[in-house]
Protein backbone atom coordinates (compact mmCIF):
# COMPACT_ATOMS: atom_id res chain seq x y z
CA UNK A 1 0.00 0.00 0.00
CA UNK A 2 2.88 2.39 1.52
CA UNK A 3 4.43 1.85 -2.13
CA UNK A 4 1.43 2.53 -4.30
CA UNK A 5 1.41 5.78 -2.52
CA UNK A 6 4.60 6.60 -3.54
CA UNK A 7 4.16 5.73 -6.66
CA UNK A 8 1.15 8.23 -7.23
CA UNK A 9 3.31 10.78 -5.42
CA UNK A 10 6.21 10.66 -7.66
CA UNK A 11 3.80 10.79 -10.44
CA UNK A 12 2.25 13.98 -9.30
CA UNK A 13 5.66 15.31 -8.44
CA UNK A 14 6.71 14.31 -12.21
CA UNK A 15 3.39 16.15 -13.62
CA UNK A 16 3.69 18.96 -11.28
CA UNK A 17 7.71 19.64 -12.94
CA UNK A 18 6.56 18.79 -16.61
CA UNK A 19 4.03 21.65 -16.01
CA UNK A 20 7.00 23.74 -14.71
CA UNK A 21 8.90 23.30 -17.15
CA UNK A 22 6.18 23.87 -20.02
CA UNK A 23 5.31 26.93 -18.61
CA UNK A 24 9.38 28.95 -17.91
CA UNK A 25 10.11 26.94 -21.99
CA UNK A 26 7.30 29.28 -22.86
CA UNK A 27 8.13 32.47 -21.01
CA UNK A 28 7.92 35.45 -23.28
CA UNK A 29 10.29 37.43 -21.21
CA UNK A 30 13.32 34.42 -20.82
CA UNK A 31 16.73 36.12 -21.50
CA UNK A 32 17.83 35.72 -25.56
CA UNK A 33 21.42 36.04 -26.25
CA UNK A 34 22.40 39.15 -28.42
CA UNK A 35 22.30 38.18 -32.37
CA UNK A 36 25.83 40.08 -32.59
CA UNK A 37 26.88 36.18 -30.04
CA UNK A 38 24.59 34.38 -31.87
CA UNK A 39 26.11 35.64 -35.29
CA UNK A 40 29.83 35.14 -33.47
CA UNK A 41 29.47 31.40 -32.24
CA UNK A 42 28.23 30.51 -35.14
CA UNK A 43 31.61 31.33 -37.03
CA UNK A 44 33.70 29.94 -33.84
CA UNK A 45 31.82 26.40 -34.53
CA UNK A 46 34.31 26.15 -37.49
CA UNK A 47 37.83 25.96 -35.65
CA UNK A 48 39.39 26.68 -38.89
CA UNK A 49 36.87 29.71 -39.26
CA UNK A 50 38.56 33.29 -41.23
CA UNK A 51 40.10 35.67 -38.45
CA UNK A 52 39.26 38.22 -41.09
CA UNK A 53 35.28 37.03 -41.01
CA UNK A 54 35.60 36.62 -37.52
CA UNK A 55 37.31 39.72 -36.47
CA UNK A 56 35.02 41.63 -38.86
CA UNK A 57 31.58 40.33 -36.90
CA UNK A 58 33.08 40.99 -33.53
CA UNK A 59 33.97 44.71 -34.70
CA UNK A 60 30.03 45.14 -36.10
CA UNK A 61 29.35 45.52 -32.10
CA UNK A 62 31.47 48.02 -30.20
CA UNK A 63 30.57 46.81 -26.57
CA UNK A 64 31.76 43.33 -27.92
CA UNK A 65 34.96 45.02 -28.54
CA UNK A 66 34.72 46.90 -25.12
CA UNK A 67 34.40 43.45 -23.41
CA UNK A 68 37.16 41.54 -25.02
CA UNK A 69 39.85 44.36 -25.11
CA UNK A 70 38.49 44.91 -20.85
CA UNK A 71 39.41 41.46 -20.07
CA UNK A 72 42.26 40.84 -22.01
CA UNK A 73 44.07 43.98 -20.49
CA UNK A 74 42.50 42.82 -17.04
CA UNK A 75 46.05 41.80 -15.53
CA UNK A 76 44.63 37.97 -15.49
CA UNK A 77 46.83 37.17 -19.16
CA UNK A 78 49.28 38.99 -17.50
CA UNK A 79 50.51 40.83 -20.92
CA UNK A 80 53.49 43.09 -20.95
CA UNK A 81 51.82 45.47 -23.60
CA UNK A 82 47.84 47.09 -24.16
CA UNK A 83 46.02 44.74 -26.45
CA UNK A 84 44.00 47.50 -28.12
CA UNK A 85 42.95 45.83 -31.38
CA UNK A 86 40.28 42.91 -31.72
CA UNK A 87 42.55 41.25 -34.51
CA UNK A 88 45.01 40.99 -31.91
CA UNK A 89 42.97 39.75 -29.25
CA UNK A 90 41.93 37.09 -31.40
CA UNK A 91 45.45 36.18 -32.14
CA UNK A 92 46.73 35.98 -28.25
CA UNK A 93 43.54 34.14 -27.66
CA UNK A 94 43.08 31.47 -29.85
CA UNK A 95 39.04 30.11 -30.58
CA UNK A 96 39.04 28.49 -27.10
CA UNK A 97 39.88 31.52 -25.32
CA UNK A 98 37.59 33.90 -27.63
CA UNK A 99 35.01 31.41 -27.11
CA UNK A 100 35.01 32.32 -23.25
CA UNK A 101 35.18 35.41 -23.71
CA UNK A 102 32.55 36.13 -26.03
CA UNK A 103 29.85 33.89 -23.52
CA UNK A 104 30.74 35.86 -20.80
CA UNK A 105 30.21 39.17 -22.51
CA UNK A 106 26.80 38.30 -23.41
CA UNK A 107 25.80 36.02 -20.03
CA UNK A 108 27.00 39.21 -17.31
CA UNK A 109 24.39 41.12 -18.64
CA UNK A 110 21.57 38.56 -16.96
CA UNK A 111 23.32 39.03 -13.90
CA UNK A 112 21.43 42.15 -12.19
CA UNK A 113 23.81 44.10 -9.37
CA UNK A 114 21.91 41.92 -6.76
CA UNK A 115 23.36 39.44 -8.40
CA UNK A 116 26.97 39.57 -8.46
CA UNK A 117 28.24 36.65 -6.18
CA UNK A 118 26.36 34.66 -8.88
CA UNK A 119 28.19 36.26 -12.00
CA UNK A 120 31.50 35.94 -9.87
CA UNK A 121 30.95 32.40 -8.92
CA UNK A 122 30.13 31.49 -12.49
CA UNK A 123 33.57 33.74 -14.13
CA UNK A 124 35.44 32.00 -11.71
CA UNK A 125 34.34 28.12 -12.22
CA UNK A 126 35.27 28.85 -15.59
CA UNK A 127 38.54 29.75 -15.15
CA UNK A 128 39.00 26.35 -12.34
CA UNK A 129 37.61 24.15 -15.00
CA UNK A 130 40.16 25.40 -17.22
CA UNK A 131 42.70 24.75 -14.41
CA UNK A 132 41.60 21.53 -13.55
CA UNK A 133 41.53 19.98 -17.52
CA UNK A 134 44.75 21.29 -18.32
CA UNK A 135 46.23 19.94 -14.80
CA UNK A 136 44.80 16.28 -15.21
CA UNK A 137 44.27 15.85 -18.98
CA UNK A 138 41.19 14.93 -18.25
CA UNK A 139 39.17 14.04 -22.07
CA UNK A 140 36.11 16.01 -21.98
CA UNK A 141 34.41 18.32 -24.51
CA UNK A 142 36.07 21.87 -24.97
CA UNK A 143 32.99 24.11 -24.25
CA UNK A 144 33.29 22.98 -20.20
CA UNK A 145 34.66 26.41 -19.16
CA UNK A 146 32.10 28.03 -21.68
CA UNK A 147 29.53 25.80 -20.09
CA UNK A 148 30.49 26.71 -16.01
CA UNK A 149 30.12 30.48 -17.48
CA UNK A 150 26.46 29.27 -18.27
CA UNK A 151 25.85 26.59 -15.56
CA UNK A 152 23.66 29.42 -12.71
CA UNK A 153 21.81 30.96 -15.36
CA UNK A 154 18.78 29.38 -14.44
CA UNK A 155 18.51 31.10 -10.75
CA UNK A 156 18.10 34.52 -13.34
CA UNK A 157 15.61 32.29 -15.26
CA UNK A 158 13.32 31.15 -11.89
CA UNK A 159 13.90 34.89 -9.88
CA UNK A 160 12.08 36.32 -13.42
CA UNK A 161 9.62 33.29 -13.49
CA UNK A 162 8.60 33.21 -9.76
CA UNK A 163 10.03 35.75 -8.14
CA UNK A 164 8.27 35.44 -4.59
CA UNK A 165 8.75 31.55 -4.66
CA UNK A 166 12.38 32.61 -5.25
CA UNK A 167 13.03 34.88 -2.47
CA UNK A 168 11.04 32.07 -0.30
CA UNK A 169 13.95 29.34 -1.12
CA UNK A 170 16.61 31.89 -0.73
CA UNK A 171 15.82 32.97 2.63
CA UNK A 172 15.00 28.68 3.73
CA UNK A 173 18.35 28.59 2.35
CA UNK A 174 19.67 31.01 4.63
CA UNK A 175 17.86 30.42 7.39
CA UNK A 176 18.22 26.29 7.34
CA UNK A 177 22.41 26.41 6.57
CA UNK A 178 20.88 24.61 3.64
CA UNK A 179 22.32 24.52 -0.08
CA UNK A 180 20.12 26.85 -2.15
CA UNK A 181 19.41 24.04 -4.68
CA UNK A 182 17.34 21.61 -2.14
CA UNK A 183 15.20 25.03 -1.13
CA UNK A 184 14.27 25.45 -4.44
CA UNK A 185 13.10 22.34 -5.15
CA UNK A 186 10.96 22.05 -1.77
CA UNK A 187 9.19 25.94 -2.50
CA UNK A 188 9.19 25.93 -6.06
CA UNK A 189 9.52 21.68 -6.64
CA UNK A 190 11.66 22.81 -9.61
CA UNK A 191 15.95 23.86 -9.28
CA UNK A 192 18.08 26.28 -11.32
CA UNK A 193 20.08 23.50 -13.12
CA UNK A 194 16.75 21.79 -14.25
CA UNK A 195 15.84 25.45 -15.52
CA UNK A 196 19.10 25.85 -17.23
CA UNK A 197 18.79 23.13 -19.40
CA UNK A 198 15.94 25.00 -20.66
CA UNK A 199 17.34 27.69 -21.37
CA UNK A 200 20.08 26.34 -23.19
CA UNK A 201 17.88 23.87 -25.32
CA UNK A 202 16.37 27.50 -25.96
CA UNK A 203 19.20 29.02 -27.18
CA UNK A 204 19.94 25.77 -29.30
CA UNK A 205 23.29 24.87 -27.50
CA UNK A 206 24.68 21.84 -27.86
CA UNK A 207 24.46 18.99 -25.86
CA UNK A 208 27.61 18.67 -24.25
CA UNK A 209 26.40 21.90 -22.75
CA UNK A 210 22.88 21.33 -22.29
CA UNK A 211 23.39 18.17 -20.41
CA UNK A 212 26.17 19.07 -18.08
CA UNK A 213 23.46 22.40 -16.85
CA UNK A 214 20.86 20.59 -16.20
CA UNK A 215 22.57 17.69 -14.32
CA UNK A 216 24.97 19.80 -12.38
CA UNK A 217 22.65 19.52 -9.39
CA UNK A 218 21.61 15.81 -9.45
CA UNK A 219 22.24 13.08 -6.80
CA UNK A 220 20.23 10.63 -9.20
CA UNK A 221 22.35 8.41 -11.54
CA UNK A 222 23.88 10.71 -14.43
CA UNK A 223 23.07 10.32 -18.35
CA UNK A 224 25.67 8.29 -19.89
CA UNK A 225 25.87 10.44 -22.63
CA UNK A 226 28.37 13.69 -21.62
CA UNK A 227 28.63 11.62 -18.00
CA UNK A 228 32.55 12.87 -17.60
CA UNK A 229 31.30 16.42 -18.62
CA UNK A 230 28.40 16.03 -15.89
CA UNK A 231 30.55 15.04 -13.16
CA UNK A 232 33.55 17.71 -13.83
CA UNK A 233 30.90 20.41 -13.53
CA UNK A 234 29.86 18.91 -9.99
CA UNK A 235 32.99 18.69 -8.53
CA UNK A 236 34.23 22.35 -10.03
CA UNK A 237 30.67 24.02 -8.78
CA UNK A 238 31.45 22.17 -5.55
CA UNK A 239 35.07 23.28 -5.25
CA UNK A 240 34.22 27.03 -6.24
CA UNK A 241 31.37 27.13 -3.92
CA UNK A 242 33.17 25.95 -0.75
CA UNK A 243 36.31 28.57 -1.34
CA UNK A 244 33.35 31.14 -1.64
CA UNK A 245 31.75 30.14 1.60
CA UNK A 246 28.32 29.32 -0.54
CA UNK A 247 26.35 26.08 0.90
CA UNK A 248 27.15 22.95 -1.36
CA UNK A 249 25.71 19.78 -1.52
CA UNK A 250 29.39 17.32 -1.66
CA UNK A 251 29.61 15.35 -4.79
CA UNK A 252 28.72 11.50 -4.47
CA UNK A 253 31.39 9.00 -3.77
CA UNK A 254 33.24 7.67 -6.87
CA UNK A 255 32.85 10.57 -9.02
CA UNK A 256 36.76 11.88 -9.08
CA UNK A 257 36.94 7.94 -10.11
CA UNK A 258 34.73 8.72 -13.02
CA UNK A 259 36.47 11.36 -14.45
CA UNK A 260 39.56 10.16 -13.90
CA UNK A 261 41.06 12.26 -11.33
CA UNK A 262 41.29 10.00 -8.59
CA UNK A 263 44.33 11.74 -7.07
CA UNK A 264 42.18 14.96 -6.87
CA UNK A 265 42.33 16.47 -3.20
CA UNK A 266 39.16 18.26 -2.45
CA UNK A 267 40.86 19.94 0.31
CA UNK A 268 44.08 21.12 -1.64
CA UNK A 269 41.96 22.61 -4.56
CA UNK A 270 38.97 24.57 -2.13
CA UNK A 271 42.24 26.62 -1.04
CA UNK A 272 43.97 27.09 -4.00
CA UNK A 273 40.43 28.34 -5.36
CA UNK A 274 40.77 30.53 -2.29
CA UNK A 275 43.97 32.18 -3.47
CA UNK A 276 42.93 32.24 -7.04
CA UNK A 277 39.57 34.52 -6.14
CA UNK A 278 41.35 37.17 -4.44
CA UNK A 279 42.85 38.12 -7.68
CA UNK A 280 39.60 36.78 -9.65
CA UNK A 281 37.22 38.88 -8.03
CA UNK A 282 39.29 42.10 -7.70
CA UNK A 283 38.86 41.78 -11.88
CA UNK A 284 37.12 44.99 -13.56
CA UNK A 285 35.72 42.61 -16.09
CA UNK A 286 34.09 40.30 -12.79
CA UNK A 287 33.30 43.57 -11.00
CA UNK A 288 29.72 44.76 -11.62
Not at 16 to 27: R, S, Y
Not at 34 to 57: C, R
Amino acid sequence: MIGKINTISNKAINFEKMMLENKIAGMEELPTLPLYVVQVINLLKDENVDVHDLVSSIERDQSLVTQILKLINSGYYGLRNTVDTVERAVTLLGIIGLKQVIYSAAIINFFSEEEQQEWAHSYSSSVLMNNLMKEYKVPVASNLPMTMLMHDIGKVVLKLFNPQKTRLAREMARSKGIPLVDAENQVIHINHAEVGGIIMEKWGMSDDIITPIKYHHSDRELPEEYQLETVMVQIVNYIDCTARGIRCNSPKPGLLKIAGISGLDYDEWIIKQKEALVEIDNLDFVKR
